[in-house]
């Protein structure tokens, strides 16, 4: 059995509980599964992107509007 290492404490040592790294890492994973899960999925994105230049949509298609005087 092997015995733990005395800790070295000076001015600078925060103590944490041992069970704080392993949720970090644990968050970090998920974050990063979740985002790349999200970016191959692609739901709902456009096919075309959507550009607007002065009064005018480019990529979309947009029903003709009526006016009446």
């Known amino acids: 059995m092997s015995k733990r290492r005395p800790v070295i404490e000076d001015e600078f040592t925060i103590r944490r509980p041992r069970w704080i790294a392993p949720v970090a890492i644990l968050g970090m994973l998920l974050l990063f599964l979740g985002i790349a899960m999200s970016m191959l999925s692609n739901n709902g994105a456009d096919p075309l992107p959507v550009r607007i230049t002065g009064t005018t949509i480019v990529g ?8 009446t005087p």
């Open 60 to 67: 979309t298609t947009v029903a003709p509007t009526t006016t």
